[in-house]
């Protein structure tokens, strides 16, 4: 498949996953984020640090290694690189990793708690554990980048980690699919901080993973 056009195909979907966050009411009022996809070889699609009305024109492609192939980052974007860069090599099945500062799941990073699964869209859509922390560490720095390193290699299947004072940074197959835990991760901890004000959030029962994922299969026959 021709090199443009898959750069071009991925780049439009960062765009409407972006869209998408935006439409469901999950990011920061700065409207910061950056989100990735990963092209082939040690390369990525790569957004700016402010994604609120992005263009497709606006990504650049970044290898591993730090180096813009293509387009342009302003320094403040550059930062970030090594932290997608982190989860790429960790996690070869991951197809786009998205960073926020949504607010609810950002309170639990600033008070250094993971967040519970104890929502079902958390455990449809990829995340049937607790999110865990990663210790706080100047943003891009070896620190913070070993950090994430280290919490991929104790949580072999979590699909998003809370960064300590910071925000939250989650990863998946695909953009939607990407997108679609983050906005299930910030209404879980939005609720979280509700169900606080009335006794508490209360776990799911023994056995309700399996029992969702036959629920989802006999929907799908």
């Known amino acids: ?43 990525m699609l790569l957004t700016p640090g402010h994604v609120r009305g992005l263009r497709a024109g606006q990504l650049a492609t970044v290898g591993f290694d730090g180096q813009v192939l293509d387009g342009a980052l302003k320094s403040v ?28 799941a950002t309170a639990f990073a600033l008070a250094h708690r993971p967040l519970p699964c104890r929502t079902e869209p958390m455990l449809r859509f990829g995340q049937a554990e607790d999110v865990p922390v990663v210790p706080w560490g100047p943003r891009g720095s070896d620190v913070s980048v070993r950090g994430i390193a280290e919490v991929l290699r104790r949580r072999p299947t979590t699909s998003a980690v809370l960064l300590a004072n910071h925000g939250l940074l989650v990863f998946g197959p695909d953009p939607e699919a990407t997108a679609h835990l983050v906005v299930a991760i910030e209404e879980s901890a939005e609720a979280e901080l509700a169900a606080a004000a009335i006794g508490g959030a209360v776990d799911f029962p023994p056995g309700a993973q399996e029992d969702v994922r036959a629920a989802i299969a006999k929907a799908a026959r």
Do not use: C, K
């Open 1 to 43: 498949m021709n090199d443009a056009y898959v750069r071009d195909e991925r780049a439009g979907r960062l765009v409407e996953a972006t869209e998408q966050l935006f439409a469901a009411g999950v990011m920061s009022h700065s409207g910061h984020a950056n989100l990735s996809a990963r092209l082939d070889g040690e390369r």
């Open 77 to 104: 974007s550059a930062e970030i690189i090594a932290m997608h860069t982190a989860v790429y090599r960790a996690r070869p099945g991951v197809g786009t990793v998205i960073h926020t500062h949504s607010p609810s």
